[in-house]
């Protein structure tokens, strides 16, 4: 009997019209994490005959095997921006007041730090019958919206935030998808299109296919460090007219996979762009914590905004992202996110209301882990030096494999890297032998992810192939994570080393 | 002045009024249509207006009533109930594991803590799991549902663990809705119903193909009614899917067997996939009443149906004994689904990440909850069976409170958080309502709000017959303080009706 779902909801192929007009292919590919934790786990199985599914060590994410013999003791996977899933500890304040909230009798203990008890029962009182287990409003409740707005104040140096313009979600992901549902209108004739980055991570460019929406491919330059150009913006926008009504330009600043920091300068172009060609700003800088390159700065799209003074600043659009995710604390797991909506027209923040409480509200313990983000320890309270050597250890670690690991990369024959300026990952360029184009041909897959495939088989190392995310055509990639502790990174690229040289060999 | 933190929070100038609204790129004209047609009363403007009077009391206005009471919305620990405490120690015990060391925490606890740990990434909650959520969590749901269905096998693979059900119901939605003009999706709902179907299928336009629930008969559900509502909506879509919500939400009815053998019987026929919402399998109260799951009365009608009918069964921590709303935890399971679908279905649920580990691990606790030979477990079963206790005394007080007042009609509240009783309305304060652009029992519940300080949510927010006007109030609120509610709708209901004859 013919099932009743015969194909799924209503993807359709716009993207390949967008592709095919700059010869870029696109696959209706299953999505990295997907993929990867089901080759791993594939993989993982092979590896253990004698157990239905393995699990991850608690001490990194690697599988320890038992069975088939293999050149190394175990998988280690840096294909996910997933810092406490690659060995990062969790901060000792944040888990201490998270515990507290959790089960309050921890208030009274007497092993808590005063403030942790302080913070727990202020963060309790906000919240209804004093428990994390109610609802809360549809945009977070409302202490939090005031911290994360101070937050966001203080850190653009004193330009004005409203907590009315918050919204917590479960992740920045969840916040993109439901800003996307508004500005998304397909029409019968026209397809909404969305400027969005060639590399970028996939789950985006999902929800746009999702939503029936267009991919518009902006090229960012590989040889300039991955930088965003104002004339490329301008040509993938007008490559586009007739194909999809573009209607928003997205941005990922740092950025996703490149690790690019965008200078203020270009944030001013990229604005003054979106306000000429009247396009709706999306601005996802989940990464703005970790940016320790040298001459580096975050800036943030709405303190540039502003300090580019009226009328700009009054009336272009943005949404920016944040999450609780990535940064110093990590808390992929907790599901905290939030957008700050600017300069929308208020008709519309009625419907983004109503769209943001379908989902009731963001999940509490998401929620806190913004709250916490927002307002870290200060100098003088008891939780200060250990939250410092904390996040000093973290920085150290980035840092260190901020500069090492694009060098290493960069002195491995067939692989450059373009130097790391934030955010959590590298993005380096395989030059791979034409036999080995060849060969992945026969086998049916694209050359960068057969190249994972085999890393991941023959070395045990899970890394993200650039078809995923982007690339120009005849160019191969891979994404690694760098939130990642040393020991491990240096392990990573010692395989991944081996593993090339290997490689160049076998198809030299 | 932020009043909550007592700090200045810098309020943005107002920036749009003088420069022209119709200028904005995201405009009425320009944002989603469908959109437009979204509503959600539960959170919808009698609930804004219940907030701005909370802001107003604290500003110190007078008003009639010291506080609002928010019986809007089925949140039990919003309303006084307390944590199970077994789970949050668990829970507690994930989220900072240097606690496994301190002895005021049971045995039993930490062993589960330190199960659920070894099963996270880098073992910690923060780590992202798997799309459809921790493997060794979807096996327990299965061990559940397998012992909670008499042995009926249930397969980890076919449950995916959500964000509360409501991520899943919508995700569900989704896979369903295609086709354009007469082949548009259909998919059929009670009338009354739980908001978020309906605003989901306008949202993705699917066509709402509503069925009504027989309020005379209890709020039961006629197949003679489906069979009416299913034939009209073919002449315009192509019904694909049916939603039963049981036990009911707004109506509080536990279906008969009986009747879940006739609905599957009906969806067979009719070929339609069934969305059985199940979040309050374990509210209910009434004598002769019990919960069947949708998915063992199907297996036990055997293979004619039990290998044909699909079906997909959600659940969730948000209600039932614990009530842990804000954790966001759920799940669903599918049965009998096309495995190229179950293929796009998996990649769906990859696009939003993973649900939040927290609410993963509460809800591996409430399907693996202590055992007799625990240490937790007395004290436990106590919790649980005082949470369940009280609910259903308050179901019987509210149906019998609520039927004393002349004018007001209540169902027996067999199961759920909910009454939905219907009011009889004067004429002239339907009238007075449509002066107002308002639905008289959002008059009604406005009014009332005014007068109380009490938050309902009005019937027209879940649907219901042509002329009838009810209220869904919870029967949350702690017993003392519901009891002081229901009077204070007895006094407000006679002076209404006398406002207006």
Same mark, same amino acid.
């Given at each position: 009997?013919?099932?009743?779902?015969?194909?799924?909801?209503?993807?359709?192929?716009?993207?390949?019209?967008?592709?095919?007009?700059?010869?870029?292919?696109?696959?209706? =590919?299953?999505?990295?994490?997907?993929?990867?934790? $089901?080759?791993?786990?594939?993989?993982?199985?092979?590896?253990?005959?004698?157990?239905?599914?393995?699990?991850?060590?608690?001490?990194?994410?690697?599988?320890?095997?038992?069975?088939?013999?293999?050149?190394?003791?175990?998988?280690?996977?840096?294909?996910?921006?997933?810092?406490?899933?690659?060995?990062?500890?969790?901060?000792?304040?944040?888990?201490?007041?998270?515990?507290? @909230? *959790?089960?309050?009798?921890?208030?009274?203990?007497?092993?808590?730090?005063?403030?942790?008890?302080?913070?727990? $029962?202020?963060?309790?009182?906000? @919240?209804?019958?004093?428990?994390?287990?109610?609802?809360?409003?549809?945009?977070? *409740?409302?202490?939090? $919206?005031?911290?994360?707005?101070?937050?966001?104040?203080?850190?653009?140096?004193?330009?004005?935030?409203?907590?009315?313009?918050?919204?917590?979600?479960?992740?920045? !992901?969840?916040?993109?998808?439901l800003v996307l549902k508004l500005l998304v209108h397909n029409q019968a004739s026209l397809p909404a299109g969305v400027l969005t980055a060639v590399p970028t991570y996939s789950s985006f460019k999902m929800m746009l296919q999702r939503l029936g929406a267009a991919v518009v491919p902006y090229y960012l330059d590989e040889e300039q460090g991955w930088a965003m150009e104002v004339e490329e913006l301008r040509r993938a926008l007008q490559a586009s007219k007739g194909v999809c009504n573009t209607v928003a330009l997205y941005v990922i600043n740092p950025g996703n996979p490149t690790g690019h920091v965008q200078s203020r300068k270009c944030i001013e172009k990229v604005i003054r762009f979106a306000a000429e060609e009247r396009l709706f700003l999306m601005a996802d800088e989940v990464y703005q914590e970790s940016v320790f390159g040298e001459g580096s700065e975050f800036v943030s799209y709405k303190k540039v905004l502003s300090e580019m003074g009226p009328p700009l600043s009054h009336t272009v659009e943005l949404a920016s992202f944040h999450s609780a995710s990535k940064g110093f604390m990590g808390e992929c797991g907790l599901r905290g996110g939030y957008v700050e909506l600017v300069n929308l027209d208020p008709a519309i923040m009625k419907y983004a209301y109503t769209i943001f409480s379908t989902d009731i509200c963001a999940p509490v313990t998401g929620q806190l882990a913004l709250e916490l983000m927002a307002n870290p320890p200060r100098p003088g309270d008891p939780s200060y030096p250990v939250y410092t050597q904390e996040t000093q250890s973290i920085r150290a670690m980035l840092v260190h494999n901020m500069n090492w690991v694009p060098e290493f990369l960069n002195n491995?024959?067939?692989?450059? @890297?373009?130097?790391?300026?934030?955010?959590?990952?590298?993005?380096?360029?395989?030059?791979?032998?034409?036999?080995?184009?060849?060969?992945?041909?026969?086998?049916?897959? !694209?050359?960068?992810?057969?190249?994972?495939?085999?890393?991941?088989?023959?070395?045990?190392?899970?890394?993200?192939?650039?078809?995923?995310?982007? $690339?120009?055509?005849?160019?191969?990639?891979?994404?690694?994570?760098?939130?990642?502790?040393?020991?491990?990174?240096?392990?990573v690229l010692k395989r991944l080393k081996n593993f090339h040289l290997h490689f160049l060999k076998e198809f030299s | 002045m932020c009043l909550l933190h007592g700090t200045e929070c810098e309020l943005q100038k107002p920036n749009m009024t003088e420069n022209g609204l119709g200028n904005r790129v995201l405009n009425m004209d320009t944002m989603n249509p469908n959109v437009k047609r979204v509503e959600y009363a539960v959170r919808g403007p009698i609930v804004q207006r219940a907030l701005q009077i909370e802001k107003e009391l604290k500003e110190g206005v007078e008003k009639p009533f010291t506080e609002v009471i928010k019986a809007n919305i089925g949140d039990a620990h919003a309303m006084g109930q307390k944590p199970i405490t077994f789970l949050r120690q668990v829970v507690a015990l994930c989220a900072y594991p240097d606690l496994l060391e301190d002895d005021k925490f049971p045995e039993d606890a930490k062993n589960r803590a330190r199960r659920i740990l070894q099963a996270c990434g880098g073992g910690s909650i923060g780590a992202y799991s798997a799309s459809p959520g921790i493997e060794i969590i979807r096996q327990d749901v299965a061990k559940y549902i397998e012992k909670r269905d008499g042995g009926i096998p249930s397969n980890p693979d076919s449950i995916y663990l959500s964000t509360g059900a409501s991520d899943a119901i919508v995700t569900m939605l989704k896979l369903l809705t295609s086709g354009e003009g007469k082949n548009r999706t259909g998919v059929m709902i009670s009338i009354p119903q739980y908001p978020l179907y309906s605003a989901a299928l306008a949202e993705l336009a699917a066509v709402q193909i509503s069925y009504?629930?027989?309020?005379?008969?209890?709020?039961?559900?006629?197949?003679?009614?489906?069979?009416?509502?299913?034939?009209?909506?073919?002449?315009?879509?192509?019904?694909?899917?049916? @939603?039963?919500?049981?036990?009911?939400?707004? %109506?509080?009815?536990?279906?008969? =067997?009986?009747?879940?053998?006739?609905?599957?019987?009906?969806?067979?026929?009719?070929?339609?996939?069934?969305?059985?919402?199940?979040?309050?399998?374990d509210n209910v109260y009434a004598e002769g009443c019990q919960f069947h799951s949708f998915k063992k009365v199907l297996f036990e009608m055997g293979p004619e149906y039990s290998s044909v009918v699909e079906l997909v069964s959600f659940h969730s921590t948000s209600k039932c004994f614990m009530g842990e709303?804000?954790?966001?935890?759920?799940?669903?399971?599918v049965v009998n689904m096309d495995p190229e679908v179950k293929l796009q279905l998996t990649k769906l649920v990859s696009v939003r990440l993973c649900p939040p580990i927290p609410g993963q691990a509460l809800l591996d606790l409430v399907v693996n909850p202590p055992q007799p030979d625990e240490p937790s477990y007395a004290t436990f079963i106590k919790?649980?069976?005082?949470?369940?206790?009280?609910?259903?005394?308050?179901?019987?007080? %509210?149906?019998?409170?609520?039927?004393?007042?002349?004018?007001?009609?209540?169902?027996?509240?067999?199961?759920?958080?909910? %009454?939905?009783?219907?009011?009889?309305?004067?004429?002239?304060?339907?009238?007075?309502?449509?002066?107002?652009?308002?639905?008289?029992?959002?008059?009604?519940?406005?009014?009332?709000?005014?007068?109380?300080?009490?938050?309902?949510?009005?019937?027209?927010g879940f649907g219901q017959r042509d002329g009838t006007y009810h209220f869904r109030m919870t029967i949350l609120p702690a017993t003392e303080k519901l009891k002081v509610v229901l009077e204070k709708i007895r006094e407000f209901h006679k002076r209404f009706t006398e406002e207006f004859s």
């Open positions: 009997m013919e099932n009743l779902i015969a194909s799924s909801g209503e993807a359709k192929r716009l993207n390949s019209r967008m592709a095919n007009r700059h010869s870029h292919r696109h696959q209706n =590919r299953v999505a990295v994490r997907a993929h990867h934790v $089901q080759t791993g786990m594939w993989l993982a199985q092979a590896l253990e005959p004698n157990r239905s599914r393995s699990v991850p060590s608690p001490h990194n994410n690697s599988w320890e095997p038992q069975g088939v013999r293999k050149p190394y003791m175990d998988v280690i996977d840096v294909s996910w921006g997933d810092p406490h899933g690659g060995g990062v500890k969790p901060l000792t304040f944040v888990r201490q007041v998270l515990a507290a @909230c *959790i089960y309050p009798e921890l208030v009274e203990s007497d092993k808590l730090p005063v403030d942790v008890k302080q913070r727990a $029962q202020s963060l309790l009182s906000a @919240c209804d019958g004093g428990s994390v287990g109610s609802y809360t409003l549809s945009g977070g *409740i409302s202490y939090i $919206q005031c911290s994360v707005s101070n937050f966001i104040s203080r850190r653009d140096g004193g330009v004005p935030s409203s907590p009315e313009n918050i919204f917590m979600t479960s992740g920045s !992901q969840r916040s993109l998808m491995i024959p067939g692989i450059s @890297c373009q130097p790391m300026m934030g955010g959590a990952f590298v993005f380096p360029r395989l030059y791979l032998p034409q036999a080995a184009i060849e060969k992945a041909k026969v086998v049916g897959m !694209q050359p960068d992810l057969w190249y994972c495939k085999r890393l991941l088989e023959e070395a045990g190392v899970c890394v993200g192939p650039g078809c995923e995310y982007g $690339q120009k055509e005849g160019t191969h990639h891979i994404r690694l994570c760098v939130m990642t502790p040393v020991e491990t990174m240096e392990e | 009504y629930l027989d309020e005379d008969k209890c709020w039961s559900l006629d197949v003679n009614e489906l069979r009416r509502a299913v034939k009209a909506a073919r002449e315009h879509c192509n019904p694909r899917a049916l @939603c039963i919500i049981n036990p009911g939400n707004p %109506t509080g009815q536990v279906q008969s =067997r009986q009747c879940i053998e006739d609905v599957i019987r009906f969806a067979a026929e009719e070929h339609l996939f069934l969305m059985a919402d199940e979040v309050y399998q709303c804000g954790f966001r935890g759920g799940y669903m399971e919790e649980r069976t005082a949470n369940l206790d009280i609910l259903a005394e308050k179901a019987k007080m %509210t149906e019998q409170v609520l039927n004393t007042v002349p004018g007001i009609h209540c169902n027996p509240v067999q199961g759920a958080m909910y %009454t939905f009783p219907r009011l009889s309305l004067p004429e002239k304060a339907i009238n007075a309502a449509k002066e107002k652009g308002q639905a008289p029992d959002m008059f009604y519940c406005m009014k009332l709000l005014e007068e109380t300080g009490i938050c309902l949510v009005p019937g027209s």
